[in-house]
């Protein structure tokens, strides 16, 4: 892989500066947009927009939405119009052909639909940190002449990335991109979904659509660089796919769409869509405040991306933090939460034994000297007589 990388991403520039100027529908899945959003941008733009999926649709209104590979710009224009003027849309793309061709439209497009809320910033998805145009302004001025100004080129870029990142830690409530993630070296795609977890917020989220394999693409295929700037040779296992934003930190990952047919067989290697979407926040202390959940089914139990298992209507003890996951999305609609009858105030809470049976017992929600007699619940019958 290392003695073809650079001809790899060589290939990648070269392809889609070319498809920024003249449409190629080979890079491309077929895909259907709202209506309603494409009315505002330039046909230019809709002509040389490549991907495979639409990632907007997970956008709500007045978020901050990072689209990673962001091309033309058609992604970052519908997001625009979803966040409305109280939401702000941020592209990064690494091609300056691209990049041009995004840039040429915002004014229009902003009158179009009433407001100016998108940029766009050239830099490697897999490197949030790095301007590079910010970049090579500094190499302008101080052009690389021998070993040591190399050095301290690198030096400052480094330290630029730390201090003035090109997206800042935990600025951003959703990441998008659109077949984008596959044109990543194999080396650099760890990197690339830390960076996502890196920039996105507490309780942020990713809508990623990319082209993925139902089976491991071989080191021939992946040796040619045609293949990886067509969207095939750099496609992850899907599986793989899955596992990478696992190992990234993300929870509740989940596949939203997969295509039934493969968009292209090679060998008898199917590469078909999917977009998958994945949660940030589930770092921090385990706090204990006498909480408990019940999984609803169907399914007789589940286990969550920590190996904590959930069984089909018991309650089962959680920490505050995994309380507060479990009883939103993507988990909220399959949980029914159990409080504790008295709140456990933060500053008076424990650490939660996460070596403690899994099972809540009743009083330690209700409380050991809970003793109460009621009346049947009048809401339990509404229109007729209980019994």
Not at 173 to 189: F, G, M, Q, Y
């Amino acid at each position: 892989m290392d003695d073809i990388a650079p001809n790899v991403e060589r290939e990648v520039l070269k392809r889609y500066a070319e498809a920024s100027v003249k449409q190629e529908a080979a890079l491309c899945c077929p895909v259907t947009y709202d209506p309603r959003y494409l009315e505002a941008i330039p046909a230019e733009i809709l002509e040389r927009d490549y991907g495979c999926g639409d990632p907007s649709r997970h956008v709500r209104e007045g978020e901050t939405v990072l689209d990673l590979g962001s091309g033309g710009g058609k992604i970052c224009y519908i997001a625009s119009q979803i966040v409305g003027p109280r939401g702000r849309v941020i592209g990064v793309d690494f091609n300056p052909a691209m990049l041009k061709l995004a840039r040429k439209y915002r004014n229009k497009v902003a009158k179009r639909i009433g407001w100016a809320n998108v940029e766009f910033r050239r830099g490697r998805i897999q490197d949030l940190r790095t301007d590079l145009d910010a970049f090579e302004r500094s190499l302008a001025r101080r052009p690389i002449k021998s070993v040591e100004d190399l050095e301290g080129a690198e030096a400052a870029r480094r330290r630029a990335g730390l201090e003035n990142p090109l997206v800042r830690d935990d600025s951003i409530d959703i990441v998008i991109s659109n077949c984008v993630l596959n044109l990543v070296r194999a080396e650099d795609k760890p990197q690339l979904f830390r960076e996502m977890h890196r920039v996105l917020k507490r309780g942020g989220r990713v809508a990623i659509s990319d082209i993925v394999s139902d089976e491991d693409v071989p080191q021939h295929l992946r040796a040619d660089p045609t293949l990886w700037s067509g969207c095939i040779s750099g496609a992850y296992q899907e599986r793989e796919f899955l596992r990478a934003f696992e190992a990234a930190g993300f929870y509740g990952i989940a596949i939203n769409k997969r295509d039934a047919e493969p968009w292209q067989t090679v060998e008898g290697i199917e590469f078909r869509s999917v977009t998958v979407t994945a949660h940030k926040g589930k770092e921090g202390p385990c706090i204990e405040r006498n909480q408990a959940v019940i999984y609803k089914g169907p399914w007789s139990a589940v286990t969550d991306d920590d190996g904590h298992v959930l069984e089909r209507g018991v309650p089962v003890a959680v920490c505050d933090k995994t309380f507060q996951i479990y009883t939103s999305e993507p988990y909220g609609q399959d949980i029914i939460p159990v409080p504790p009858r008295v709140e456990v105030p933060l500053q008076k809470a424990g650490n939660f034994d996460c070596s403690r049976p899994s099972r809540r017992d009743p009083r330690e929600t209700k409380g050991l000297e809970y003793s109460a007699t009621t009346e049947p619940a009048a809401q339990c019958c509404p229109d007729t007589s209980c019994c």
